[in-house]
T-cell receptor, first 112, second 112 residues
Framework: DVKVTQSSRYLVKRTGEKVFLECVQD?????MFWYRQDPGLGLRLIYF???????EKGDIPEGYSVSREKKERFSLILESASTNQTSMYLC???????????FGPGTRLLVL | SQQGEEDPQALSIQEGENATMNCSYK?????LQWYRQNSGRGLVHLIL?????REKHSGRLRVTLDTSKKSSSLLITASRAADTASYFC????????????FGKGTTLSVSS
């Protein structure tokens, strides 16, 4: 079974802090994704990556950056956290010609 | 660029009843997928239907796709309390490659 893990289930940070959200998958997937999920808005794509050191902007990249130094790991970085970045963050991966995405359990981030 | 829109937003039924959720989308697609999310968790893939398919079954799930109307429906037969979750449709738009575009979801509540 594909396993996608996220470094934290719950995170509380202060405004202005730099925040790192880590995602690791164990199936050698080429493609990895970061979404944020907010009530009434569904899932929105922040960034995705097709390969190591490759990244593409999604629909809402402002205020975020990403890093993919190793194939199995995709990090989402909030350079200076703001209260409007309080949200549920979901990581997903896919690869090997598959079209379905495998999701991690999510990180619920609260920015105070 | 929200592609899929689920309808209804919320649905409450009794155990044993059928639940039908609908999804409409805007542009041409390669496939349409349905995902399920239990409260506070990541998404789990349920079923994928390709643009050249009209109907697909998986256990108690039945998915239909009408590309002329740009719509899909998910039917859960003989629902159980354990089916209580949010359900999302996601489209794989040709231009987006492997990035999926998710709708806002239907929240299903099944009471015993």
């Amino acid at each position: 079974d594909v396993k996608v893990t996220q470094s934290s289930r719950y995170l509380v940070k202060r405004t202005g802090e730099k925040v790192f959200l880590e995602c690791v998958q164990d199936m050698d997937h080429e493609n990895m994704f970061w979404y944020r999920q907010d009530p009434g808005l569904g899932l929105r794509l922040i960034y995705f990556s097709y390969d190591v050191k490759m990244k593409e902007k999604g629909d809402i990249p402002e205020g975020y950056s990403v890093s993919r130094e190793k194939k199995e790991r995709f990090s989402l970085i909030l350079e200076s956290a703001s209260t409007n970045q309080t949200s549920m963050y979901l990581c997903a991966s896919t690869g090997g010609g598959q079209e379905t995405q495998y999701f991690g359990p999510g990180t619920r981030l609260l920015v105070l | 660029s929200q592609q899929g829109e689920e309808d209804p937003q919320a649905l409450s039924i009794q155990e044993g009843e059928n639940a039908t959720m609908n999804c409409s989308y805007k542009t041409s697609i390669n496939n349409l997928q349905w995902y399920r999310q239990n409260s506070g968790r990541g998404l789990v893939h349920l079923i994928l239907i390709r643009s050249n398919e009209r109907e697909k079954h998986s256990g108690r799930l039945r998915v239909t796709l009408d590309t002329s109307k740009k719509s899909s429906s998910l039917l859960i037969t003989a629902s159980r309390a354990a089916d209580t979750a949010s359900y999302f449709c996601a489209t794989d738009a040709s231009q987006a490659g492997t990035a999926l575009i998710f709708g806002k979801g239907t929240t299903l509540s099944v009471s015993s």
